[in-house]
């Protein structure tokens, strides 16, 4: 069903599990996003902007990776492309992954152990929506590779959705 990742693949995983620590080092949620195009070079980067109380909670890092993208390829383009995540789109980024026509997406953790991760935290309100089941609907593909190195992943999360 999925193909397989590459060194590419692993390498630019790691660069955006990077840059969610950077989002974490700025204050907010530990997510980061960014989009390659088919030569593996990076043609937008974002991390989380969603966490209050001045974040907007629909400025998740894929939504604005992809938007960001969006403005600047055309939609054959974008087809080309991959969006690689530290943790598995929700169902909100998917949606945006495909309406942006990204063609395929790689990603480090699932949300299955983001939640065991973040538990019930109020600023993130999970869902049991993998993203392959969101692309399923669709009427085009969307390649997903992912869950790689979840462990890794995990690191920047610990202790940040522990409640004082």
């Not at 991760?117 to 109020?122: E, L, N």
């Amino acid at each position: 069903m999925s193909e397989h990742a590459s060194e590419r693949d692993m390498a630019l995983l790691r660069e955006v599990i990077a840059l969610s620590e950077k989002s974490k080092r700025d204050g907010r949620h530990p997510f980061a996003a960014l989009i390659a195009d088919e030569n593996g070079h990076v043609v937008a980067r974002a991390g989380n902007n969603s966490m209050p109380p001045q974040g907007d909670p629909t400025q998740h890092a894929e939504l604005r990776a992809a938007a960001q993208a969006a403005k600047d390829l055309s939609p054959e383009q974008l087809l080309k492309c991959t969006l690689y995540t530290n943790a598995e789109p929700c169902c909100m980024c998917s949606g945006a992954i495909y309406w942006c026509n990204i063609g395929r997406v790689v990603y480090a953790m699932s949300e299955r152990r983001l939640l065991e991760i973040t538990g019930d935290h109020p600023e993130n309100p999970t869902f049991s929506l993998p993203c392959r089941d969101v692309f399923a609907r669709g009427q085009r593909t969307v390649s997903v590779v992912g869950p790689l190195i979840e462990d890794e992943a995990a690191v920047v999360h610990e202790g940040f959705w522990t409640r004082e």
